[in-house]
């Protein structure tokens, strides 16, 4: 005879069992897990004819104005995954993170990157970076290297993420955070602050090349 508890998790069973069975459906796309893969796919397939598009342009601004136009195409789709609470491979969200860090929507981009970032969606094949984080830290230093607006914001947000061990990544990448972190407490005379972090920078990525700041940085505060 089974017992309550065991009774319980048989109707769970069941229940997720039968809920597994919805038809697919535009009505029904997101009540399983199984029909949100399939709403995603479908998606996919409107995502691989525009990266199709993408590739025929030439030129910077023109590949991000087209992208400025396809990301409201995806948006409701992503908000509705999200909000579903189902969680799987999505190349449609990844993609639409790329998109925003490409056209400098850095806000949006880290929003939706952090979340994506926490469902461990993993970076398409054609990519160098092939971990969320370290790619969204390249972003963010770049956007900084271009005084892109808001970047030096987003840049001490992400930074607090490698700090409090949020965020795990490769250590180069790491190396930079902590020199330029620094190099900006330097700049502000806040040279105590700016110890710690070349010290981080040194003891995280040797070839971060701050040994000589380090060095006239610790003499300069002995005297």
Known sequence: MLSLAMRQKQRQADAIQMAERVPYSPETALATLANAKQLCQLQLRGLRVDLGELKK???YQAKADYKRQLIPKYQDYIQRYLASGWEHPNEVLVYVVIWLFD????FDALELATIAIQQQ???PETFRRREMATFVCDEVLKALDHRIE?????FDWVLEYLLNGTWDVIKE????????????FEADNQLDDALVFYEKAHETWEKVQVKTKLEKLRNKLIK
């Open 57 to 59: 342009l030439q030129g």
């Open 173 to 184: 990448v790491k190396a930079r955070f902590y020199k330029i972190a620094a190099s900006k």
């Open 121 to 123: 969606q993993p970076m």
């Open 150 to 154: 808001d970047a030096e914001t987003i």
């Open 103 to 106: 056209t400098n929507q850095l």
